[in-house]
């Protein structure tokens, strides 16, 4: 039998998803104190560094009762290959296909963390490191954030339904904001995700046209949207944006049709810095909580007063990576018994 991973939210449905999230809760409430990952091990592969990321997962394995082996390849690790058919005379010492074997050989589950490489939008769309993984592995992959990040948009939708209850026709506002250079893509492509696929209306705000999300994220929130019952509408008027949201999540990226040439994007860039979230803005909400996936730099992407008000959830959204991701492992460990 194939295993089945979990690389993005696309390729579960609502009710799995919801599924997951209640085990989740019942880990947070401690009602579950599943021993599921006794005697089990799993394999934590950071191409790219990390703190919320490696922390909850190792955690999350200890506490469960397994071990995770957490690797760095390039650094205590061999660097990889991930082309087949490359004549191997360059810096790789160790093509995927033997280590993701290798690994599944060792481990009961893999989990990978690997950016873009920031200079080609059509390769680094594809994904290839960690579609190699999934697809040599004979263990279930997870995605740890690549051009997406699906553990994270469980801990979104589970801090939305903490504090707003049933998601369905409540307004989530995306909002872009201002940062000094040009950021992956992966959370704000996950929280439309997430968010129009649990029946919200979304509402992505950006400075223009080139800030939009790639086709393949804006086509599927769409699809999300109109078959939950929820909508999805881009606007760049940040009044209309705030005006009425129930639910603010602040994201920086890059624009993708200046993708590895970002110097040509920064007079945008530098022109949208009033799209900081603030107080004034805050107060154009529906009373709104406000979220971030953090690291957040304070008086850049939004305000020490927004940061520190009672309305920001962000500290919440960072614990719940912890439980959500005990959940997701625990269901795809149970899922290959």
Not at 45 to 71: C, D, I, K, Y
Not at 109 to 124: M, N
Not at 146 to 151: A, D, F, K, L
């Amino acid at each position: 039998m194939s295993p089945r991973h979990f690389l993005t939210t696309e390729e579960w449905t609502r009710q799995e998803l919801q599924l997951v999230l209640d085990r989740a809760r019942a880990f947070k409430q401690g009602s579950d104190s599943s021993r599921s990952m006794q005697g089990k091990s799993i394999a934590l592969l950071f191409f790219n560094p990390s703190l919320r990321t490696r922390t909850s997962f190792e955690l999350g394995a200890f506490q469960m009762g397994g071990h995770a082996v957490v690797l760095q390849p390039g650094k205590d690790a061999w660097p990889m290959e991930f082309e087949l058919g490359t004549t191997m005379d360059g810096e790789a010492e160790e093509h995927v296909k033997e280590a993701a074997q290798v690994l599944s050989r060792y481990c009961d589950l893999i989990a990978v963390r690997a950016f873009p490489k920031f200079t080609d939008w059509e390769q680094d769309r594809q994904d290839k490191t960690l579609m190699a993984f999934s697809q040599y592995a004979t263990v279930p992959v997870i995605n740890m954030e690549t051009i997406i990040h699906p553990c994270q948009e469980l801990a979104l939708m589970m801090n939305l339904q903490e504090k707003l209850g049933q998601p369905d026709k409540k307004k989530f506002l995306l909002t872009w904001t201002w940062h000094p250079k040009p950021l992956n893509t992966a959370v704000a492509n996950s929280a439309l995700l997430i968010a129009s696929k649990f029946g919200m209306d979304v509402t992505l705000l950006c400075p223009s046209p080139e800030y939009l999300l790639d086709e393949r994220f804006m086509q599927a929130g769409a699809e999300n949207a109109k078959r939950e019952g929820g909508s999805l509408t881009v606007t760049h008027d940040i009044q209309e944006a705030y005006s009425g949201a129930d639910f603010v999540y602040a994201k920086s990226w890059g624009a993708l049709p200046y993708f590895g040439r970002w110097e040509e994007e920064t007079g945008i860039r530098m022109a949208s810095r009033h799209f900081m979230v603030d107080a004034q803005k805050m107060a154009l909400t529906n009373s709104a909580k406000f979220s971030h996936c953090l690291p957040l730099r304070r008086n850049v992407k939004a305000t020490d007063e927004v940061m520190d008000a009672d309305y920001c959830v962000a500290i919440d959204e960072a614990e719940n990576r912890l439980h959500v991701q005990k959940a997701m492992m625990a269901t795809l460990l149970e899922n290959q018994q």
